[in-house]
């Protein structure tokens, strides 16, 4: 059974820094593309970053690209995302998640598991 665990959500003032981390067990990751969506209320879940497990490929929202960077650790199994220059339009819960199929890593349902969330809130 595959689990995903976020963590490393909080609050944080406009500007500062959160780098937010995604465990990953349950099986070999190898082929697998991972990506981090977030959530605002009222709002639908929104694609953010993606990176394949194997050659590292990145790819990122045009509202967070310059400003977040996503990376992974094969050693430990985990995905991070790190996220600088916040503001506060960046507030929501942000999730894990881990695709195995193809189809666009920006489309949620192309997404097998995800994770609990984290939340994230950015003060202005």
């Known amino acids: 059974q595959v689990q995903l665990v976020e963590s490393g959500g909080g609050l944080v003032q406009a500007g500062g820094s959160l780098r937010l981390s995604c465990a990953a067990s349950g099986r070999t990751f190898s082929s697998w593309t991972m990506g981090w969506f977030r959530q605002a209320p009222g709002k639908e879940r929104e694609f953010v970053a993606a990176?394949?497990?194997?050659?590292?490929?990145?790819y990122y929202a045009d509202s967070v690209k310059g400003r977040f960077t996503i990376s992974r650790d094969k050693a430990k199994n985990t995905v991070y995302l790190q996220m600088n220059s916040l503001k506060s339009e960046d507030t929501a819960v942000y999730y894990c998640?881990?695709?195995?199929?193809?189809?666009?890593?920006?489309?949620?349902?192309?997404?097998?598991?995800w994770g609990q969330g984290t939340q994230v809130t950015v003060s202005s």
């Open positions: 990176i394949s497990w194997s050659g590292g490929s990145t």
């Open positions: 998640a881990a695709k195995s199929r193809g189809g666009s890593y920006a489309l949620a349902y192309n997404y097998d598991y």
